[in-house]
């Protein structure tokens, strides 16, 4: 009965509110995991003063050496704003350069973890100790592997520039992998101020009335 | 006229799997939900119904105890989980994108990745059966009965990691969908323009967006004690178990609210479309709605009233809780408003609407008794929350959704659902689940907890249990003339047309089924019930009454390509949470199948944003 | 005040369901569609009437709320001056330990499962547990509040007549969850200060129960998990408790210094008879599957699950026990 004929053009794709597609998703996914992240965070301030038994914070966090990651991971957050500027300009040596800039910072701060943790665990902090371990382990972990999963991004992307992928046209692959870049950062940012500045004074349980 | 739609079906059977195994087509994905979420819902009944026999009469023993714990929890899990969410996701697959205009959702492929790893979760939990390590925490799994040594099997693992899994799944697709229905409206689908039940769904993906990293982040909390020795919830070690009860009920409770939700917004679609007018308050309806998930994330601790929070907790909760009854009030009042004054055809789908507003004023009702927090003191944990739960989610959730499955099985499928069998299902469930749950209101006030294996007959329980275990056989019957009907009607059902309702929505202007690419032409939307403007128009000025979008050849449209990155990426998944129930010592790693995992995941991902959504075409 | 709380909420939400159930009803029925019935009128809303039927519930709502956090207050701490008698509950799995501090005359006392109280004397509970979560709720005579480790939840309540009250644990906490009851026995002061001074005063014992005393202590190695002779210390009861997450075989068991003035054992499940015990002793796992003692007791890690015992070695043991007066 209908008549088969050609569809009638080839239309827009229909975008309402004129942000792309991918990029509103990631900007969902950020808020969710800020819920995440959230929750962690939670369960530390939570537990925070109720270990039984050391080390506690007080003995174990070198703050001047995670402050110098942290500084570390706040420069690759400009790093990173310098490649998405390379990308919108077709600056393909500026792109790989920025590009891997970020991820090499990004693995200097992980560097900088690794050490942290296996000095902790020589001084008999470990994830089964008490209650910091736990909560300081499973919160800077879980950070650490995001900021892991966003170093092999960036050199995903890195590789894909010499294919000629990454170019000012799909700039919104750089920019969203930058979104996620600075979210981690962000995050870092919160991290570091509970549980090294604010908490890292903590000493043995809180006696409570 | 039905070739055009149906060609992918065409070809041997192993090209017929293929293509569904490699679908990306939201329609086929929201049938596979329904199938999947229908045999779990099932499962589910069976559970239930081994308790119910068990509990027949005093002293039954026809499970260990132990059996019986596992049936409670896999019963409330599967049904939360594995049942109503993924129903809810069938309908939000189907008919989101139709409703709104739209040739596909924002991401087809993460949707497709959606359902396999669902479908893995729901392989993953029950397996436990197979190897005898079934959980049996309760489906809300309190700490530390949860943890090591109190659940010493692995089936809590098999609680946690499959949940994990779901997790995932249901969190991917909110995104997903939030995306579909901000962005992919047709010209003039303003929001307020939108179907109540879509903007239902959109409310839920919100919900479901922010709720499930909390309970993720429990449930791996959950996990990493009982695998790594971590003291989250270990007393001894000054672990609280009242966090894992927070970290449970802030995901818990707006969790049955994405429960609801998309029921109620179905039922505001069928109201209107047989009552032949409007929906009575559009905007009080969307924003109680919208009041109603974002008030359900304050009140969560009412599930903790016994817990011992302090009175300046509990007060408050219980004032927030008694206010939620406002705006589920007022959606009661306008649907009673949609009626009024109406032309109410009785077919199947609208005797669920009208049923599901009957039982969901009781269930709401209890559960402003629940909300006072010295009234709960004596419910709590008894079988008056078993009841208050069961008119909500059965008379409320499952009603709602049989309406809408009455309402769009034409539309899926071409055929129409036999109205003499509908009729009967209808009547024999209403009776079959009021002669189940409303003795348990009486059986609660008279001091009868809940999950318990047996009771004594010096309590004077026996009758009122023997009666709701009657009703049990009532809702097996139903269940069955309704699965029969299914079939039947599928098989041959008489030919639904286009629109058998002369319903207001726009995925009534295409075929039924609709064709692949859904509209041949995006539709312009001129108003709220766009289909009743346009044929309405077309009778006042003499028309003839505009039929289906006319079919074209599908090649000639632009639609999102097949692919099999979902599904190995969602086996890759599953084989990351199986690595983590085999443990195999190698160097410093205890799981090294869920190393291997990891790594297909990566792989599966990468190779899936590497390849192009659709193939270039010459058009 | 919470009777008054509870019987106008039940009238609240009878007349609510009548009057909204009956609308429901009415619109379902008057306005259905008949043959030649034309279009209804498309109305949209009528906002006045919406504004009302949400500002009206809320009020009652409020209303009833706030009520509810004033009962609520209310009933928070027994009465000024009233000299609660203090009590600490622990559950167990699957059991309940009472702990009285100060019975009377500061003498103090380990019970189980059955909570004798004087009639008319507030009592005040401190709710603990040593393993997971349980609830305890005496359905006649208070509302119920968890038992969670690492907390003390405090609960009181009042027996205004003598009786025997049942009470059953009301969170799942395991296996035997639907077999973990107990019951508060009020009883006039007078019996209540005797049931005190009798507790931990040697029974008199017979040959027979003699040579269960010995048995308990010796072959039958029931001593390990429970005491007979006095109350326990918070410390010996941790020590059974760290024993057990250790994974030796012990556990925390109820304390059987009164057990014969005790209606029910087992958790408030089986009537105190010979009979019984002797079928519970012979094998725990019959009665109750799952239960610790089945699993733990060096006596019972036979092949059937039989206890270690002959038959006259049991019968010795249930009539020490039935004189533990």
Redesign the interface.
Known sequence: MAQITEAAHHEEEQNCTGIDNRKLLFWVFLSTDCLFFGALISTYMVYRGQSLVGPYPIDILDIPLTTISTFVLLCSSFAMVMALSATQKDDIKGIRIWLAATAIMGMVFIGFQIFEFWEFAHHGLLISTNLFGTTFFTLTGFHGAHVSLGIVWLWVLFILSFRGKVTSARALDVEICGLYWHFVDIVWIVIFTLIYLVGGFDAGPVITG | MATIATKQSEGNTFSVIWSWITTVDHKRIGILYFVTAFIMFLVAGIEAGIMRMQLATPGGNLVSPDVYNQMFTMHGTTMVFFAIMPLNAAFFNYIIPLAIGARDVAFPRLNAFSYWTFLASVLFMNFGFIVGSVPDGGWFAYAPLSEQPYSSNQGMEFWSIGLMLAAVSSAVAGLNFVVTIVNLRAPGMTLMRMPVSVWMFFVVQILLAFAIPVIAVGLIELTMDRLFGTLFFVTSAGGDPVLWQHLFWIFGHPEVYILILPPMGIISDVLPAFAKKPLFGYPFIVFSGIAIGLMGWAVWSHHMFTVGLGPIAVSVFTITTMLIAVPTGVKIFNWIGTLWGGSIEYKSAMLFAVGFIAMFIIGGLSGVSHAVAPSDYQQQDTYYIIAHLHYVLFGGAILGIFSGIYFWFPKVTGKLLSEKLGKLHFWITFVGLNLTFFPMHYLGMNGMPRRIYTYATEFGWDNLNALSSFGYIVLFVSMLIFVYNIIKSYKSGEEAGHDPWDAPGLEWTITSPPPVYNFSELPVVEGRDPYWIVKRRAVAEGKEIPGPQPLVDPSTVHLPDPSYWPIFTSVALLILAIGFMIEIPVWFVKYPISVVGGLLVFVGVLAWSNEPPTKEKDH | M?GM??DV??WV?AI??VI??F???Y??IK????PG???????????T??VA??II??IL??G???W??Q???D??KPPVGSDPLEIVATGH?WWFEFNYPDAANGKSITTANELKIPVGRPVSLS?ESD???H?F?V??L?????M????E??LWFMADEEGYY?G????????????MKFAVKAVSEEEYIKWVEGYGESPSLSTEAQLGQQLFAGKGQCITCHSSAGPDSEALVQARVNGF?S?SAIAPGPNLTDLATRDKFAAG?YDRNSENLKDWITNPDELK??NYMSKLAQIYQTEDGNANLTESEVEALVEYLQSLK
């Open positions: 919470q709380l509870f909420l039940i939400m609510v369901f909204v159930e609308v429901l009803v619109a379902a306005f259905r569609h008949k019935n034309p279009l209804p009128k498309q109305t949209h809303g009528n906002t009437l919406e039927w949400t519930p809320t709502i409020l009833l709320g706030v509810s956090v009962v609520l207050w009933m928070e799995q709710l393993d997971v979560i609830s709720w359905p006649k208070a509302g119920k509040q968890d969670v480790p690492t907390r939840n405090p049942y059953q644990c009301a969170e799942y906490c395991g296996t035997q969850h639907a077999q997450l994974g499940i599957s799952g």
